[in-house]
């Protein structure tokens, strides 16, 4: 999206007040403190447009597609769609294509000669009046898409939002898979060795050496 529009007519202002301090230090050979600008034009209701000439010439940043078919009939609705000529016309060629010059415009042969009809050659004057026309037209146009996209970006945001599917979080890592339990003992293998093994090896011997001798005094 470009610089808003009141973004665009206060930056050319504040270009004025610099240049105005520049030369008042070129005579005076002192700095000169600027004066504080404020911005002449604000758009005081997000529907509202830019009607003052004195400040769309100042909108010279162009980013509004023309050939979008709702931007269309928004600007046939508030009435700026008159501004740039009838559909397929020379003329509409430069507002389509905002990026067309000023010398394109005057090395055309169509709006030096034939727009008027009957063959007659405009001045020099002339033609730099049609070339106000167009880039108040121009600007016009920018001050409409912006109030376009102001009214229609919540509805677009709102469809696109309802639309994704849900994201996961950058930081949120699927859990690891649970290990297995340990398989159980079935008997096959060797039997661990406890901290009082040898106790219990100590004792069945003192029990079969009990065992043997009292075997022995009965057979005497």
Not at 4 to 32: I, N, S
Not at 40 to 59: G, I, K, N, S, Y
Not at 126 to 140: F, S
Request: contains cysteine.
């Amino acid at each position: 999206m470009a610089t808003p529009v009141e973004d665009q007519v206060h930056a050319v202002f504040f270009a004025k007040e610099e240049a105005r301090c520049r030369e008042v230090e070129a005579l005076t050979g002192k700095p000169a403190k600027p004066r504080d600008v404020p911005k002449p034009w604000r758009r005081t209701a997000p529907q509202a447009l830019l009607q003052d000439p004195e400040f769309l010439q100042h909108v010279t940043e162009l980013d509004y597609l023309l050939e979008v078919p709702s931007f269309q009939q928004f600007c046939l609705v508030r009435g700026v769609l008159h501004v740039a000529g009838e559909p397929g016309s020379r003329r509409r060629e430069f507002f389509v294509d905002h990026a067309k010059t000023k010398d394109q415009f005057f090395a055309d042969r169509y709006f030096q000669h034939a727009e008027s009809g009957d063959g007659y050659a405009y001045t020099r004057a002339e033609m730099e009046g049609q070339w106000r026309v167009i880039t108040l037209g121009r600007a016009a146009l920018q001050d409409a898409w912006e109030v376009y996209w102001l009214t229609h970006a919540s509805a677009r945001e709102a469809s696109r939002a309802a639309s994704a599917p849900p994201e996961q979080a950058e930081n949120e890592r699927p859990a690891a898979p649970r290990k297995p339990p340990p398989a159980k003992n079935t008997g096959s293998a060797t039997p661990r060795k406890t901290a009082n093994a040898p106790a219990k090896s100590k004792a069945r011997r003192q029990v079969d050496l009990f065992q043997e001798a009292s075997g022995q005094r009965r057979r005497r």
